[in-house]
């Protein structure tokens, strides 16, 4: 079936980096953008950045700038994101979510498949 | 960058009743690229309406997108005890993605 598993929890200081994977399965992973997505506790959905298996190209919210990095692995179906200089409010459960499409008279966009979330705490 | 706003922020009612979900965008959306999604604790997102009003696959008809311009609704027809979670309403324009900051749904 289509899923998309993510890698464990992580714990990183003030100042580190993280990076997530995402490894999809059951479809051509270059054939979907991936979205990033992330929630705080008790907080709502904020996007982070969409990225394109195939080119490779990249976008990326304005608040992100700068600090993530959306990259791939075709091999092995795995898309990344590394987020830098961690501080508190990065705590959060961060997702990965395929970008499904339709074309029917014009195209439609939306997150069809989402991984469970990989929970990133930064503490000191 | 387009705002969307939810209302109301929490909403109380009982099995059975009819659930109605408002989303309004800063500026006008394309219908194409409006969703809605249902959370639960501890869970991932599940997309429910993609297209304004089209249903994803296994949604049960019960539930319902209806909208166009600036103004979105989500309908829940007769709420079942597993529809008690939180709802987010999603657009999509000029590679920027947003999401409203959700509608809680809560047994009342």
């Known amino acids: 079936q289509v899923q998309l598993v993510q890698s464990g929890a992580e714990v990183k200081k003030p100042g580190a980096s993280v990076k997530v994977s995402c490894k999809a399965s059951?479809?051509?992973?270059?054939?979907?953008?991936i979205n990033w997505v992330r929630q705080a506790t008790g907080q709502g959905l904020e996007w982070m950045g969409w990225m394109n298996p195939n080119s490779g190209n990249t976008g990326y919210a304005q608040k992100f700038q700068g600090r993530v990095t959306m990259t791939r692995n075709t091999s092995i179906s795995t898309a990344y994101m590394e987020l830098s200089s961690l501080r508190s409010e990065d705590t959060a459960v961060y997702y990965c979510?395929?970008?499904?499409?339709?074309?029917?008279?014009?195209?439609?966009?939306?997150?069809?498949?989402w991984g469970k979330g990989t929970t990133v705490t930064v503490s000191s | 960058e387009i705002v969307l706003t939810q209302s109301p922020g929490t909403l109380s009612l009982s099995p059975g009743e009819r659930a109605t979900l408002s989303c309004r965008a800063s500026?006008?959306?394309?219908?194409?690229?409006l969703a809605w999604y249902q959370q639960k604790p501890g869970q991932a997102p599940r997309l429910l309406i993609y297209g304004a009003s089209s249903r994803a696959t296994g949604i049960p008809d019960r539930f319902s997108g209806s909208g166009s311009g600036t103004d979105f609704t989500l309908t829940i027809s007769r709420l079942e005890p597993e529809d008690f979670a939180v709802y987010y309403c999603?657009?999509?324009?000029?590679?920027?993605?947003?999401f409203g900051q959700g509608t809680k749904v809560e047994i009342k």
């Open positions: 500026q006008s959306v394309s219908s194409s690229y």
């Open positions: 059951g479809y051509t992973f270059t054939s979907y953008d």
């Open positions: 999603q657009q999509y324009g000029s590679s920027v993605w947003t």
């Open positions: 979510a395929r970008v499904g499409w339709l074309f029917a008279w014009h195209y439609y966009y939306y997150m069809d498949v």
